[in-house]
């Protein structure tokens, strides 16, 4: 392999980073061309350069960038916070919560049940069910846009996308919690800490994020050059993403705390923040995406496959089902309880992220082997379910807005 043939000192890190970088972006474009979302192109290519195959992003190369993974997803969840508008929630009515609600929550249980029984091992099912929960927006806007849709089932779609990752961030927080009391091996278990501590910890990292988020509008409130504007937003990211860290906070729930208080301030709302922090993350996810895709081990899948099948199909399940029952108590409209499940199955990057924070967070001594195979594995499914959803999402979306007679687009000609 050629991973033989590469030392890995930081020029050579910083080389085969750019050389990542260049080769993400055509792949993207190449992915664009034949119709698929850009992400799967660079996780395959990540794949394609990583420990399964060529070796060129091996694992000492891997953890020489392990902190482009932390700012990845504190720009993720900073990018989240930004299309939290309380106004807009409010304006949503019951229909959008309930169906918010219980798409995540059905996907989280049915995961959860199907993989227990299978593996006996509740810290894995309740990890792998928190995966499941959150929906990726960014394919699904892009169908939307590009068939021009309109009307309630649009309509409801944005809002579902943008409250899905925001809950999906909560109920991992919870089963992540859980997953540590059981794999500590406690013989005694405090309930109430049990309860009380994942409320903490998300009140915490909320909390963390709106001093941060108030102290970053404070400071930009009459900057108006880009430059200036990107240093502070950087340096933000960077140490929200530092502390919750150094807390044991979520990342990406603490940074999607500081997007939520810049959108939502009255007085001192600053949305440009956002078009100018988008202006440095299509590089920085492109090799988020990339190295996501070569922490992928391909040897590993024949023997995850059971729980990678059993995943999909309860996933699809149980957003399914939710989202209907949601839309039924709700009382939304036919083409909403009919197609809006067909939506909601892109995975990508919050689903990959809290997949790596998984590795994180349980790859450490006090876990053993099993939170570092729990890692790997979480990483392995996800990174190859994300192949699969980032497939079949988008033309299940077309096919939904087709059929609820929504695609302005489609109707012209």
């Known amino acids: 392999m050629l991973e033989d043939l590469i030392p890995r000192s ?63 997803l504190g ?13 807009g929630l409010r304006k949503l009515g019951r229909p959008i919560l309930w169906i918010s609600i219980l798409e995540a929550l059905g996907a989280f249980l049915l995961v959860t049940i199907a993989i227990y029984v299978y593996t006996r091992k509740l810290y894995l099912a309740l990890i792998f069910g928190a995966l499941s929960s959150a929906t990726a927006p960014a394919a699904t806007v892009d169908v939307l846009r590009e068939y021009q849709a309109s009307g309630p089932l649009t309509t409801t779609l944005f809002a579902v996308v943008g409250i899905d990752d925001g809950l999906a961030i909560a109920i991992y927080a919870f089963a992540a919690f859980f997953a ?5 091996g406690a013989e005694t278990v405090n309930y109430a800490k049990v309860i009380l501590l994942p409320f903490a910890e998300i009140l915490g990292a ?19 050059s880009r430059a200036t504007i990107l240093i502070f937003v950087i340096g933000s990211v960077l140490v929200t993403t530092g ?30 923040l956002f078009e100018v922090a988008r202006g440095i993350t299509p590089p920085l996810f492109i090799l988020f995406f990339v190295l996501v895709g070569a922490r992928l081990d391909i040897a590993k899948l024949a023997s995850l496959g059971v729980i990678g099948l059993l995943y999909v199909i309860f996933r699809t399940a149980g957003k399914q089902s939710g989202t209907y029952v949601g ?19 892109s995975q990508a990057g919050v ?17 053993g082997t099993a939170g570092l195979e729990l890692g790997a594995m979480a ?35």
């Open 75 to 87: 720009f993720i969840g900073f990018d989240i916070g930004g299309e939290l508008s309380l106004r």
């Open 327 to 345: 839309a039924r108590i709700g009382k939304a409209p036919n083409a909403v309880s009919r197609y809006l499940g067909l939506c909601l199955f």
């Open 351 to 367: 689903a990959i992220g809290l997949s790596i924070e998984t590795a994180l967070e349980f790859g450490v001594p006090e876990f």
């Open 10 to 72: 930081a020029d050579m890190v910083l080389l085969i980073t750019g050389m990542a970088l260049f080769l993400g972006w055509g792949v993207g474009r190449l992915a664009q061309k034949i119709k698929i979302p850009q992400v799967v192109g660079h996780i395959v290519l990540g794949v394609i350069l990583g420990t399964s195959v060529l070796g060129v992003l091996n694992r000492q190369t891997l953890d020489s960038l392990v902190f482009i993974n932390f700012l990845a």
């Open 243 to 272: 502390l919750a860290n150094l807390l044991n906070l979520s990342l990406i729930l603490a940074n999607m705390a500081v997007g939520m208080t810049i959108i939502n301030l009255p007085r001192y709302g600053r949305p440009d």
């Open 206 to 224: 909320l909390a963390m994020g709106f001093v941060i988020g108030l102290l970053l509008l404070l400071l930009v409130r009459k900057i108006t």
């Open 379 to 413: 990483i392995t499914v996800i990174a190859a379910t994300t192949l699969i959803f980032q497939l079949i999402g988008p033309p299940c979306t077309r096919y939904a807005v087709i059929k609820a007679g929504e695609a302005q687009v489609v109707k012209k000609k």
């Open 180 to 184: 540590k009391i059981l794999l500590s």
